[in-house]
């Protein structure tokens, strides 16, 4: 039986310099809390919940507490979670006022008879959950609202231009995944979008088999990037098809990438865990924060 084994990342894109230091000690957070999880026998699904929660804390990270702004100033989050023993999985999309996305989702999937909440209707469950909320003003990353605040005076007004300023940013999309004592493995993703997007705009995050996917037989994936992209060729789940096929997490990561590269266009990352225990890494923008441990060995860093 593999041995159990945890990895995030914190995001692809171009990150600033003067980020790079925060990124990896946030990732090396996020690695160590799952860890712990693991090392006292839990689930790969506890693991993964644990570890994203340290990322939606983190304001470093565009999730949770570091989220951004949408073109009506206020923040929508989305979050999934997988369970790759069962194929069960929870999301919601389009969230507000909730402090950790990714408990809701596991919520949805545990609590309710669902797969996916949206809006109004995802924070009524939290509401009712007693989970805890929180304001725009606490989730908002101080970078980000100065950001939007500019581009509310001069910034660009067509969609496209939007679009394309947003992917000069740090895509800081967090995930983890994890393979436990048992062999199981899970994953779970959680955003704030991309900054000044269009109100109700929902990217791969929220998606089962775009954002992330997870399945004992094979592994377990999650993506981040361009979401729009992303979508177009369900990435998590490819990535996952490729592994069936016989590929290592390594090849099958770096080769749905190119996928994505070739057939869309697209920009972004992935991290993934095989059947075997084996992890990989892989992206084509110029950055990728990541980290990840199996208790004995633990590295992180900024991919280039």
Not at 147 to 171: S, Y
Not at 181 to 208: C, E, Y
Not at 232 to 237: A, C, G
Request: hydrophobic share 50%; proline share 4%; with cysteine.
């Amino acid at each position: 039986m593999p041995r159990p084994i945890l990895l995030v990342h914190g995001g692809a894109g171009t990150i600033p310099e003067e980020r790079h230091a925060a990124a990896v000690e946030g990732c090396r957070r996020a690695a160590q809390a799952g860890w712990s999880v693991l090392a006292a026998g839990g689930s790969a699904l506890d693991a993964v919940e644990a570890a994203v929660r340290v990322l939606e804390d983190d304001p470093t990270f565009n999730a949770g507490r570091g989220s951004v702004m949408t073109r009506a100033g206020t923040v929508e989050m989305d979050a999934l979670i997988m369970d790759g023993a069962t194929l069960r999985a929870g999301a919601v999309a389009a969230v507000r006022r909730v402090r950790h996305p990714i408990a809701l989702a596991r919520a949805v999937m545990e609590r309710t008879p669902h797969g996916l909440l949206v809006g109004a209707g995802a924070e009524a469950l939290a509401e009712l959950l007693g989970l805890p909320m929180a304001d725009d003003a606490e989730l908002v990353a101080p970078r980000d609202r100065e950001r939007w605040e500019a581009l509310q005076r001069n910034g660009p007004r067509d969609l496209r231009e939007v679009l394309a300023q947003a992917l000069a940013e740090p895509m800081d999309t967090v995930g983890a995944v994890a393979m436990d004592a048992a062999g199981h493995v899970a994953a779970a993703v959680s955003t704030g979008g991309i900054s000044n997007k269009w109100p109700g705009r929902v990217g791969d995050s929220a998606l089962i088999g775009c954002g992330a996917y997870a399945d004992d037989r094979v592994g377990a994936v999650v993506a981040t990037g361009w979401g729009e992209t992303l979508m177009r060729v369900v990435i998590s789940k490819t990535a996952c098809d490729f592994m069936a096929i016989g590929l290592t997490a390594r090849t099958a990561v770096e080769a749905a990438i190119r996928l994505l590269e070739e057939r869309v266009q697209g920009r972004g990352g992935l991290i993934g865990v095989d059947r075997m225990g084996w992890i990989g890494i892989a992206h084509n923008t110029p950055h990728m924060a990541w980290a990840w441990t199996n208790g004995e060995d633990e590295a992180a860093g900024i991919r280039w």
